[in-house]
């Protein structure tokens, strides 16, 4: 049972672009969302996460939705650049939870063409 | 601070072989994580600590132990190498349940 959805599997941006990668969960009891950024050869990052009880969070180009009635949430990166090509993976976990214990999306290879 | 410190970065084992991976963090973070990463599969959680002395089950622990006697220190232990253990493993930690992974460069293993 895969509890967090993610699309696309691949993506390619031109430079200046907007890229938009979606996940949708299933577990009604998750409320934490983070996206994690992850480079060739290196671990995952946290580049930005959202609780349920607002429904955008912005920081720099990076933009996160969320819309709990449909149980799904998207990254936004605005202007995209090529150095935020990377793997991109959406997870979930509740409050009082581990973050810990993250599910992860399967994950969105970004390619951002000059 | 060197954040968190996996070894070894690569490693090829015969069926049936036991290894170690060691995890360190010197960040005093009381949770810590094992992750493999596969392709086209996410990441999918081994096995946790909440902290020294306590360890869980997470989504797929068969084939792997785990022990956690110090905050620093979470090693995984694979105890009979199949060609299915072949991944990318991660070690996470954070500080509390509350506050986000750091994760290591990983250790890519494979098993012949």
């Known amino acids: 049972q895969q509890q967090v959805k993610q699309s696309p599997q691949s993506l390619i941006v031109q430079k200046g672009g907007i890229s938009i990668i979606n996940c949708a969960y299933e577990?009604?009891?998750?409320?934490?969302f983070p996206w994690y950024q992850q480079f060739p050869g290196k671990g995952p990052a946290l580049l930005i996460a959202?609780?349920?009880?607002?429904s955008e969070k912005k920081e720099g180009r990076f933009t996160i939705s969320f819309n709990k009635s449909a149980k799904q949430f998207s990254l936004h990166i605005m202007d995209s650049q090529p150095g935020d090509s990377a793997t991109y993976f959406c997870?979930?976990?509740?409050?009082?939870?581990?973050?810990?214990?993250?599910?992860f999306g399967k994950g969105t290879k970004l390619s951002v063409k000059p | 601070n060197a954040g968190v410190t996996q070894t070894p970065k690569f490693q090829v084992l015969k069926t049936g072989q036991s290894m170690t991976l060691q995890c360190a963090q010197d960040m005093n973070h009381e949770y810590m994580s094992w992750y493999r990463q596969d392709p086209g599969m996410g990441l999918r959680l081994i096995h946790y600590s909440v902290g020294a002395g306590i360890t869980d089950q997470g989504e797929v622990p068969n084939g792997y132990n785990v022990s956690r006697s110090t905050t620093e220190d979470f090693p995984l232990r694979l105890l009979s190498a199949a060609p299915s253990q072949t991944s990318v493993y991660f070690c996470?930690?954070?500080?509390?349940?509350?506050?986000?992974?750091?994760f290591g460069n990983g250790t890519r293993l494979t098993v012949t």
């Open positions: 577990n009604t009891a998750f409320d934490y």
């Open positions: 997870a979930a976990s509740m409050w009082g939870g581990s973050q810990g214990n993250l599910i």
């Open positions: 996470a930690s954070s500080r509390d349940s509350n506050s986000p992974l750091h």
């Open positions: 959202i609780r349920p009880d607002v």
